[in-house]
Structure formats: structure tokens, C-alpha cells
């Protein structure tokens, strides 16, 4: 007898023993993955801020202009209109050229004008718009690099490279040590990143079109998406018959979650611009087919919320006299609303990453100005990643990165959020 109780217990330890060792492996197993994707997830927004960090910062070269009314207003009218068009390049070209008097050969000159970026002329007649009184007065000015200029400011341009490999030439590069010895090289804050829309030359481009672009396309999306998913998980949970009509419908709503976003996209463009005639690369239209690609994933998670609620609070509000309809709408979607919130949350922020679909309604076009409504052409901060992505400037690399930035910056907002709208509708029961 005794022989045969140590025996049990013989095997009883020899089972715990694999038990825990089991247990150990697989919690060690579980704590190396979250350690990988921890140190995946790190690298990949260092990387990004690494890369973008030097895209906040623009180099500019401060030289003394005089602004000859003679070229710039020579009438004197002040007209802003005339003013936005003026020829503010030749009083740059004339104050590189007293900057540098040695430089008398043209091609030399050609090559001393390209320090500047093509847009510093536009910049300073934007500026004597607003303060037309400088015209006529001699001015220190602080007019943008060219965006070669800036690279080699930033160190994205080895000076060691043989000046067949790099865009800027020896000459160049003393003439820019010059101004920097001279403290006439400043790198402020690159406010324009955020004022300015698009533009090709990447030391004028902004994200500012972008962000109003997706914020115009996402209130479209929520606006429609956000009641017609509730109905619509409000019928199939509590009013809907069981029968093979709900359960088909059930399974397409099922089938289009998982359907590809450029499906969406195509039947945008078949049905609201080549049917309806809608405006082609607005935010009306984003927002419509976003919201047909949202719906499946808020109406999924809303009855899921719903279900969860229990049938206790039901019977309850029905036993103090409550209609089916007051049920629903006084105790049961209150309680759902953190629930319906998080799978909102989940839906927008898939629609605020998309580009694919917005690339086939045409959003993938090159816009300037900053959208004013819902109709204006614009662009999305995705398409926009996309687009910089894809241009060969040396300069458009750091502003990718920038913007991609932007973009996770702009989905923290939003799922703080919703973080907030959870904590404030929650209730405990």
C-alpha cells in the first residue's frame, strides 16, 4: 500500500513538474513576443522621428534687399493684386550679386542664384502685401536655401562626394561657408510645414491642405457612418426577425468587413462620380466611400455592445411599463455607447489610413490651396505621404517622414478621443 502511494505521488510530481514547466514556457513565450513587437513597434517610430526630425527646421539666408519701387510698384498703387505679382526677383539677384561682386561671370551667377529655393521671390511679395510700407526701404530679409542648400546645411549632402555625385558644386559650398561664417545662414523652426499646402519644391511644401483635407473627409465619414451603423445594429439585435432574410444580411455585412478598400473605391467612382456626376477629389465624395467601407466594422462592434448588455436591464425597464422602442433607446444603447465608441474609433481610424480608394475617386492629384468646403478639391494626409514618397527630391524624404508624423499625431487625438468619450458615457452597473 505505502509503495503504491508513493508511486501516485511519484507521478503526481513528475506531472506537476511538466505543468509548470509547460506554464513557464509558454508565459516566457508570451512575454518575448510582446517584448518583440514592443522593440519592432520602437525602431520603426524611431526610425521615423530620426528621419523627420530635420524637416522641422528650414535654412534661410538673410540678405540686405533694397525694394526699388521703380520694379517693384512702379506706379505706386499698392495694389495687393499687383503687389502678389511683382518682380521681387530682381532685387534678390541684385543683393547677391553686392553680396558677392566677384562673381561677374554668368554662369557663376547662375550658379549663385540657385542658393536661393525658386519660391523666396513669391514669399517676399506675400510679404509686402501685408506690409506694403517696406517698398522703397532697404531691408534685411530672411529668404529660403534652396533645397539643396538645405540638405547640405542638415548634413543629407556629404561634402566628401566627388562633385559629379552631388547636386551642389565646390563653388557653392564656399560661398554658402562664407554666409554661414558670416552669420548670414539661420535654420529657424519650419513653421510653413504646418501654414502651407503642397507644392513641388520641397522647401515651400506644407501638410496644411492635407490635414484640413482628411479632417473635412472624416467628419463626412462619421457623419454618415456613425448613425446609419447604430440603426442598423439597432434593428438586427433587437427588432429583426429570425429568419434567412437577417441571416443573409448578417453574412454580407460579415463578408463586406473583410472586403479589399479599392472595391470601395471602384463603386465610388462608378456610382457618385460617373453616375451622380459628384465632384471629382472632394471631401464629400472621400467621406461617402469611406463611410460605405466603415459601415461593416462600426455595425459589427455595435452589436456586439448591444449583445453584451444584459437581458436584466431589458426586463427590468419592461417591468416598470418602458415601450420596446424606450427599452432600446433610454437603457440599452446608453449602456452600448462605450462599446459602439470603440468600434467607431476602430472604423475611423482604418478610413483616416486608407488610400487606395480615394486614389480611384481622383484625390491623388496635386492640390495647392487649402480646401474651403466640402466640395473643393483636396487631398489627405495618406495620399499626400504617397505622393512625397514617391518624388526624387533628396528634400521630400525628411518630409515624408514628417508627415507620417502628422498622421499618427492626428490618430492619437482621435483615439484619445474616443478614450474620453468611453470614460464620460460609461456606466456602471
Do not use: C
Not at 77 to 91: G, I, M, N, V, Y
Not at 99 to 106: A, G, H, I, L, Y
Not at 393 to 421: D, I, K, P, Q
Amino acid at each position: 500500500m505505502a509503495t503504491s502511494a508513493t508511486s501516485t505521488r511519484a507521478r503526481v510530481a513528475a506531472t506537476l513538474k511538466r505543468r509548470h514547466r509547460s506554464e513557464f514556457l509558454f508565459r516566457a513565450f508570451g512575454l518575448a513576443a510582446i517584448a518583440l513587437s514592443l522593440l519592432a513597434l520602437a525602431t520603426l517610430f524611431i526610425d521615423i522621428v530620426w528621419r523627420a526630425r530635420t524637416a522641422f527646421v528650414q535654412t534661410t539666408i538673410t540678405l540686405e534687399v533694397f525694394l526699388d519701387e521703380s520694379i517693384i510698384d512702379p506706379e505706386g498703387k499698392r495694389d495687393p493684386a499687383e503687389l502678389r505679382r511683382s518682380d521681387t526677383q530682381t532685387p534678390i539677384r541684385a543683393a547677391l550679386r553686392e553680396r558677392f561682386p566677384e562673381v561677374t561671370n554668368q554662369g557663376q551667377r547662375r550658379e549663385l542664384y540657385a542658393l536661393l529655393s525658386g519660391s523666396a521671390p513669391f514669399l517676399l511679395a506675400s510679404r509686402l502685401v501685408r506690409e506694403p510700407e517696406l517698398i522703397g526701404q532697404r531691408i534685411k530679409v530672411d529668404l529660403l536655401a534652396s533645397d539643396d542648400v538645405d540638405m547640405l546645411m542638415k548634413g543629407h549632402i556629404s561634402r566628401d562626394l566627388p562633385p559629379e555625385q552631388r547636386q551642389i558644386n565646390d563653388r557653392q559650398i564656399g560661398w554658402v561657408d562664407a554666409m554661414v561664417a558670416a552669420g548670414e545662414v539661420r535654420q529657424p523652426f519650419n513653421a510653413g510645414f504646418f501654414t502651407r499646402g503642397d507644392s513641388r519644391d520641397p522647401t515651400t511644401a506644407g501638410v496644411l491642405g492635407a490635414i484640413v483635407g482628411s479632417a473635412l473627409t472624416l467628419l463626412v465619414t462619421l457623419a454618415l457612418s456613425f448613425p446609419l451603423a447604430i440603426a442598423a445594429a439597432v434593428y438586427l439585435e433587437e427588432f429583426a426577425p429570425d429568419n434567412r432574410w437577417t441571416y443573409l444580411i448578417e453574412i454580407n455585412i460579415n463578408n463586406l468587413a473583410a472586403v479589399p478598400s479599392i472595391v470601395f473605391g471602384l463603386l465610388g467612382l462608378a456610382v457618385f462620380l460617373n453616375f451622380f456626376g459628384l465632384p471629382r477629389s472632394a471631401p464629400l465624395v472621400g467621406g461617402m466611400v469611406l463611410s460605405l467601407m466603415t459601415l461593416p466594422v462600426i455595425i459589427i462592434a455595435a452589436r456586439a455592445a448591444i449583445a453584451a448588455v444584459p437581458p436584466s436591464i431589458r426586463e427590468a425597464a419592461m417591468g416598470v411599463g418602458a415601450s420596446p422602442v424606450q427599452v432600446v433607446f433610454h437603457h440599452v444603447v446608453p449602456l452600448a455607447l462605450p462599446g459602439i465608441l470603440t468600434g467607431t474609433i476602430i472604423g475611423m481610424a482604418r478610413a483616416l489610413g486608407e488610400t487606395a480608394p480615394l486614389l480611384m475617386i481622383g484625390m491623388v492629384a496635386f492640390i495647392v490651396d487649402t480646401p474651403k468646403g466640402f466640395t473643393d478639391a483636396a487631398s489627405v494626409l495618406p495620399v499626400q505621404i504617397f505622393l512625397w514618397a514617391d518624388s526624387p527630391e533628396r528634400a521630400f524624404v525628411e518630409r515624408t517622414a514628417a508627415a507620417t508624423l502628422v498622421l499618427l499625431g492626428f490618430l492619437v487625438v482621435m483615439n484619445a478621443t474616443a478614450v474620453y468619450l468611453r470614460r464620460r458615457f460609461e456606466v456602471r452597473y
